[in-house]
């Protein structure tokens, strides 16, 4: 039963940013959600295990509450309710799965980002004006033509149901990193898998799942390999080294609109710690970062959006809780099951180039997964 709510939860996250869902369902999108969860793990909620690992995401989601409580804004207040309460239930719920469940759920996402594929050809590759409009349109935009940085401007960014290229680009490398590594993954299928979604990252022009898919690999040849085999894994990070330093180099020097703006937010770290005392320990809440924008803690720049997990996270609730996530992120890649780590890494990079945890079905996917690494048990209890 929890794995039918978490998949249920999966698709209408995974969905409820097109033109599938009706908009007046977005403003209950995490309730939604959390709902679908709730209701199919209540008959087993007495066997539900809350322990010291879960401490880090309540700890978040706490602070976001009430930073976001503190600014007296209601409506975004409400919102952090049901946010901070999805996280900690995707956390907690897949962090009592045992490993094979861990594993068919984790099956379901890969399946749904093989579902995402065909939109995204025939929304991009071979545009067709049904699925553009009926399924990859977003319900409050309709459908955007973005130019693909990547593939050329023969074509445009794609999509699939989520709203968002880069987002949608974050789900082709997860499921790239999972269908490579999760256990029992026939090796043909794990080929033909991984090529299918680096494509899929190629058809959303995001060049941040590029890399993030590079070092998906070394983090996993780097587990899985041993003696010399290890030795081709330093060489392919050396060789990811390189191509990421060239692409900053060309990025920076060409002028290049999406580096500048994502390096200049960065940048602003320090101003930023210059607010006032409580907002940098414990944040100004949820859709406080216009505010930052404006009181000129953050340079000038033609969009609103912070484009940086970390610091969309620092400035809502603080310090504190960037360093707990951080410190979560770190003990996921140190210490969670081999097959997880990947995918750990895959969020870690795409945190740099956009607001993953305000997307909900990203932020969904990063605590389930965060949950799953939490386990110390080293027993398979499937």
């Known amino acids: 039963m929890t794995l039918a709510g ?3 939860a999966l698709t ?37 295990r809350v322990g010291a690992s879960a401490l880090p995401v309540v700890a978040v989601s706490f602070l976001l509450i009430c930073s976001t409580a503190a600014r007296g804004n209601s409506v975004d207040w ?16 897949c962090a009592n799965l045992s490993r094979r469940s861990s594993r068919t759920f984790l099956k379901m996402v890969i399946w749904f980002g093989l579902i995402q594929l ?14 553009r409009n009926a399924i990859a349109a977003t319900s409050s935009e309709g459908y955007l033509i973005r130019s693909n940085l ?57 060049r941040s799942g590029l890399i993030a898919i590079a070092i998906a690999c070394v983090v996993g040849g780097w587990l899985y390999m041993r003696g010399l085999a290890r030795v081709w894994a330093l060489v392919g990070t050396a060789i990811a080294a390189v191509a990421v330093t060239s692409f900053l180099t060309s990025a920076s020097s060409s002028g290049d609109f999406s580096f500048e703006h994502r390096f200049g937010v960065v940048q602003s770290f320090g101003a930023l710690l210059e ?39 620092f400035i809502a609730s603080g310090v504190v809780a960037l360093a707990t996530l951080i410190a979560v992120l770190a003990r996921g890649l140190l210490s969670g099951d081999q097959y997880l780590r990947p995918a750990i890494a895959v969020f870690a990079v795409f945190f740099l180039s956009y607001d993953a945890l305000w997307w909900h079905l990203s932020a969904f996917l990063f605590w389930a997964v965060m949950g799953m690494a939490s386990r110390a048990d080293p027993v398979d209890r499937s």
């Not at 969905?15 to 679908?36: K, N, Q």
């Not at 939109?119 to 590759?125: A, D, N, P, Y």
């Not at 699939?160 to 256990?183: D, E, K, Q, S």
């Open 12 to 48: 209408f996250l995974g969905i409820a940013r097109s033109a599938l869902v009706p908009e007046a369902l977005a403003f209950a999108t995490p309730l939604i959600a959390l709902a679908l969860i709730a209701a199919t793990a209540m008959p087993s909620a007495r066997s539900l």
């Open 118 to 131: 065909p939109i995204m050809v025939f929304e991009s590759l071979i545009p067709i004006a049904g699925v």
């Open 78 to 93: 409400i919102k952090s309710i049901g946010i901070g309460l999805l996280w900690i239930f995707a956390f907690v719920v």
């Open 6 to 8: 978490l998949g249920l």
């Open 150 to 206: 990547i593939l050329g401007d023969w074509t445009n960014r794609a999509q699939g149901t989520l709203g968002y290229p880069i987002a949608a680009g974050n789900l082709m490398a997860l499921c790239f990193a999972l269908v490579l590594f999760v256990p029992r993954i026939r090796p043909t299928t794990r080929v033909v898998g991984a090529a299918l979604f680096a494509g899929g990252v190629l058809m959303t022009g995001t």
């Open 275 to 313: 607010r006032p005392w409580s907002e940098v320990l414990f944040g100004s809440g949820l859709n406080s970062h216009e505010a930052a924008f404006r009181d000129g803690y953050i340079g000038a720049s033609s969009t609103w959006a912070i484009d940086n997990a970390y610091l969309t996270i």
